[in-house]
Nanobody, 128 residues
Framework: QLQLVESGGGLVQPGGSLRLSCVAT????????IGWFRQAPGKEREGVSC????????KYADAVKGRFTISRDNAKNTVDLQMSSLKPEDTAVYYC?????????????????????WGQGTQVTVSS
């Protein structure tokens, strides 16, 4: 069964950068969508970004456009999220998730219920 493991979270000052990684084990990320989501205390889980494993095409939430970059390395079975110009409002637990690639083209990439597999999450705290 597919397992996803996130890493790279931590404490960073406003304006700083972090790079999150999501490694898939017991599975190859071919023809899937890989999404990054986040959930802050008291808030619903929200889609941050996604990438098509077959084409490398990407989508971003408006709140992170121009600051976050998602990338994949199919040989290593990893998807990274490079986060720059971090703001306190980016503070959340970040999760990676895998779903059917049709999500990318259906406009449903940001709906968490549509994804099949989830990692355990990694905490990102942006604070001075």
């Amino acid at each position: 069964q597919l397992q996803l493991v996130e890493s790279g979270g931590g404490l960073v000052q406003p304006g700083g950068s972090l790079r999150l990684s999501c490694v898939a084990t017991r599975f190859t990320l071919d023809y899937y969508i890989i999404g990054w989501f986040r959930q802050a205390p008291g808030k619903e889980r929200e889609g941050v970004s996604c990438i098509s494993s077959s084409t490398g095409s990407t989508k971003y939430a408006d709140a992170v456009k121009g600051r976050f970059t998602i990338s994949r390395d199919n040989a290593k079975n990893t998807v990274d999220l490079q986060m720059s110009s971090l703001k306190p409002e980016d503070t959340a637990v970040y999760y990676c998730a895998v779903g059917d690639e049709t999500l990318y083209y259906s406009g449903s990439w940001s709906y968490s219920d549509a994804y099949d597999y989830w990692g355990q999450g990694t905490q990102v705290t942006v604070s001075s």
